[in-house]
Structure formats: C-alpha cells, structure tokens
C-alpha cells in the first residue's frame, strides 16, 4: 500500500508538471496525420524567392525543368511544359514540387539525388510560409 502513494503522490506531481510551459520554447502544433506535435515554421524575411526558392530550384531543378530544353534526352526525362525557369513557374507547380522534391513521393527529384536535407527543410519552410516573393 505504501508504494501505491508514492505511485499516486508521482502521477499527481506529473500531472501538475505536464500543463507547464517554457516561455522560451519554440511555438508548436500538430501534425494532422500523425498528431505528433511539430515546431511550427517562422516565415521571417529571410524566407524569400531570392534568398531561398531561386538558389534551390536553379541549382537542382532547372537543369531539367527549363523551357529552354528540347524534350529528350537534354531534360532527362522531365515533361515537357514542367519548367521552374521563374518565380511564377515554380508558384504554379508548388503542389507537385512539395510533392516530389519534399515528401519524396511517388519517386524523388531530382532522381539522380540533390539536395541536402536542410535545403529540402529550408524549401519546404519556404512552400509552408506561402511562398513569398
């Protein structure tokens, strides 16, 4: 009996913990999939087209995925008509690009592999903030 009210003095003491906050810790939410809690994005300025979209997709992407290819072999089996050669390229194929390049799904781009995983954060960060310009 005795180890019961220490096990119920523990819980207790648990619960009383477990509403508290770090006032300092990363704002966060839930992932509607998993219900795991995620830290949310901060969209700050430095989550730019200049500063993040146009470095990664002219490094990884316009390799292939530029309208100034023929279709064959120069774009390496991308499709015809899918170019990021600008901002409002990208913006317009943004579900698609989520799709393949950040969830990795049904296969990833590029195919002959890329980009670090904290490039693939850091676009993904920019796709979530709304893309800005």
């Not at 990884?60 to 309208?67: K, V």
């Amino acid at each position: 009996m005795h180890c019961r009210l220490d096990l119920k003095v523990l819980l207790a003491t648990l619960v009383l913990f477990a509403g508290c906050k770090d006032k300092d810790a990363e704002p966060q939410d839930l992932d509607e999939d998993t219900g795991e809690t995620v830290a949310t994005v901060d969209c700050e300025d430095t989550h730019t087209w200049t500063t993040v979209g146009a470095p990664f997709f002219y490094t990884w992407c316009t390799p292939c995925h530029t309208s100034t290819l023929e279709d064959g072999e120069d774009r390496a089996g991308a499709t015809t008509g899918v170019d990021f050669d600008d901002y409002d390229d990208v913006v317009a194929w943004a579900s698609r690009i989520e799709a393949r390049a950040i969830d990795l799904s049904p296969s990833p781009m590029p195919p002959s592999g890329g980009p670090s995983d904290e490039e693939l954060a850091r676009v993904a960060e920019w796709i979530e903030c709304g893309l800005p310009e």
